[in-house]
């Protein structure tokens, strides 16, 4: 590697960077994807910044008018453009605050499950025999538990807190690209450069971390991505049924409560934005997902 | 023996060992983590210590943990689930019921939606880039990415609570206790509280059906017996169907894996709606950690996802000659 010339590292560079640009530029010619994209930048913005934006504290302020009473259950007005709570407080800035632990959740759930299930898948593909047997087992395992109620069943004992949550959120998810990063390893691994990487003396790791990954990345991102969107549905699912973490305003728990309080049949200004959040965040992920499936999957991009 | 048979049987073991471990996960996750299903009743304070020996030894939970794990196997067998702490009833009278009801909310949803969106999917696969492959795609991805509960919420609060026009909440009006399956199940009553949660499944569902069958079809597009066929001189809607008869089989998989899933039901659907199956069982029981109910309940789930998933695995090797019945999963 050392009598490489600067030449052939720059055009390595710029074949980097053409894959990169043949990889991303989808987003620009499909329309759904486009608008997903636009979505979850607003998202992540509002992960970032929302709590900093948030006109009142999400938990301790109440919205008063102007004779000093609190507004319950008020639909919107000037004060609180998304209205009140049954307790008074403002769903704008509920809503505001909400978003970040639902990002931290999506965020970490998703590349957790995308980083065990391309490991897993790699490994599983690339040696076969009894470690890909005992790999799939367990695989097959995870599968037939069923995810919601073992999750229930697990944060009944253990205090819930996020980074629990987002723990057993992934050691549930992460079946899923481990099983399509292995049957795509499997194929990649019969293709002839990777037998000559082996011949020519490259160790397992090499092969495996060099020749083959690359090969099964775009897949692994892609389902890092559902990822994201599936952990924010198993988290936002988990906090509608009590299981949330009691100590954040999540989207999640903006929706227990509505519900629990028996809110809901009046206050659907309280209900409408954590719910369109939680809804547009997952949605765009898939819709951006699918796109670039298209890009990756020849047999479907033929037309 | 066969090829096909060995792959048979190696499938079959597979199956019988898996649901074994499961079980076994099942049963010591519940056992081993902190709080005894008794602990509530005892902290309550109204019993003796002679009464909290004697219920013990009522569930059998003064034995060591292997002993009560070998009973446990030796009943699930038979299917035996013991008994409810909370309500003092053999546990299968209990879920039986809840089980039904999910049943029947959720297997004529699947096959509807199986059907329709199948056939929707492939007549959006075959005018790729219509409005319509647009369209569809994007209302599917919303209806199967968004949580169910929102979903449900969402059709909750605008066909209940603002249009008025179905119930939100239960199987039946509360004042109702009809007697007999008919009066249960084939009445009015329950067709207007089915409505908005089969709506919602339906929906739910959609989206994975919608997207094999598309891009089944669209694979199958440019393929040489679709040539064959329009020489022949069919029509589109021929070629159509010819098409779509050869991309079934992902879609048929597909849908013995979902009916594998139903046993789970759509918990947080249930929930939403009140809908008395064993989703909403399941959560009730382990806010009140009625464990024999819990762990029958989560059993069931497991056991049909592991049935079912034979029943794919088999199938797609039966039907599709080009999965090789030698080669392992």
């Known amino acids: ?303 | 023996m066969s090829q096909f048979q060995r792959f048979l049987a190696k499938r079959i073991a597979i199956a019988a060992g898996l649901t074994l471990v499961a079980v076994s996960v099942i049963f010591f996750t519940l056992r081993l983590l902190p709080g005894s299903p008794f602990t509530q009743l005892v902290a309550s304070g109204n019993l003796s210590e002679q009464q909290v020996n004697d219920i013990m030894a009522l569930y059998g939970l003064n034995q060591p943990l292997l002993d009560q794990y070998v009973i446990y196997l030796k009943n699930l067998v038979t299917f035996q689930f013991g008994y409810s702490i909370r309500q003092s009833r053999p546990v299968w009278e209990i879920l039986g019921p809840k089980l039904f009801n999910t049943l029947i909310l959720l297997v004529p949803a699947l096959v509807t939606t199986a059907v329709l969106s199948t056939l929707l999917g492939m007549y959006a696969g075959w005018n790729r880039g219509s409005w319509l492959e647009t369209g569809s795609i994007v209302t599917t991805t919303f209806l199967r990415s968004t949580p169910v509960f929102i979903t449900a919420l969402l059709v909750i609060i605008v066909f209940s609570y603002n249009l008025e026009l179905f119930p939100a909440f239960g199987m039946r009006e509360i004042t109702a206790s009809p007697s007999g399956f008919t009066d249960t199940y084939l009445s009015l009553d329950f067709a207007y509280h089915y409505i908005l949660p089969f709506t919602v499944a339906v929906l739910y569902y959609s989206g994975d059906f919608l997207l094999l069958a598309r891009n089944g079809i669209i694979e199958k597009k440019g393929s040489e017996f679709l040539k064959l066929h329009r020489a022949k001189g069919l029509t589109e809607t021929e070629q159509l169907m010819r098409a779509g008869r050869n991309s079934l089989l992902p879609v048929l998989t597909y849908f013995a894996l979902r009916l594998g899933m139903i046993f789970q039901g759509l918990i947080l659907l249930e929930v939403v709606f009140g809908w008395p199956g064993i989703g909403r069982q399941l959560v009730t029981s382990i806010s009140q950690q009625d464990f024999p109910v819990v762990q029958a309940a989560v059993f069931l789930m497991a056991l049909a996802v592991i049935v079912m998933n034979l029943v794919a695995d088999v199938m797609s090797a039966y039907f599709d000659p080009s999965v090789s019945a030698g080669g392992g999963s």
Request: aromatic residues 12%; neutral net charge; charged residues 10%.
């Open chain 1, 1 to 303: 590697m050392s009598t490489e010339s600067a030449d052939s590292i720059r055009t390595r560079a710029r074949s980097t960077v053409d894959w990169l640009v043949s990889h991303v530029q989808f987003v620009t010619t499909d329309t759904p994807a486009l608008a997903g994209f636009t979505i979850l930048v607003g998202f992540v913005f509002l992960g970032l910044f929302g709590p900093v934006i948030a006109p009142y504290d999400p938990i301790r302020a109440s919205v008063q008018n102007a004779q000093g009473t609190i507004l319950r259950l008020h639909p919107p007005t000037l004060r609180a453009p998304f209205g009140t709570t049954a307790y008074g407080k403002d769903v704008f800035s509920q809503f505001l605050a909400g978003a970040r632990p639902t990002l931290i959740v999506g965020l970490v759930g998703g590349v957790a499950t995308g980083g065990i299930g391309f490991l897993v898948g790699l490994v599983s593909g690339y040696f076969g025999g009894w470690v890909d047997e005992t790999l799939m087992r367990l695989t097959d395992l995870t599968f037939s538990l069923p995810f919601m109620p073992m999750a229930l069943l697990l944060l009944t004992f253990i205090q819930p807190n996020i980074w629990i949550i987002t723990l057993i959120i992934a050691a549930f998810l992460w079946k899923m690209p481990a099983r399509v990063i292995r049957s795509e390893v499997l194929s990649a691994s019969e293709r002839t450069f990777v037998k000559s990487a082996r011949a020519s003396g490259a160790g397992h790791l090499r092969t495996m971390f060099v020749h083959v990954a690359p090969n099964v990345l775009p897949i692994a991102f892609l389902y890092t991505a559902y990822g994201v969107a599936w952990s924010i549905a198993a988290q936002a699912s988990l906090a509608f049924l009590g299981f949330g973490d009691p100590t954040t305003t999540s989207w999640g728990r903006m929706l227990r409560q509505v519900f629990a309080s028996g809110s809901i049949r009046v206050a659907w200004w309280w209900v409408i934005p954590p719910a369109l959040g939680i809804a547009a965040v997952t949605t765009s992920v898939f819709l951006v997902g699918r796109a670039y499936e298209e890009v990756i999957n020849p047999e479907i991009d033929d037309q």
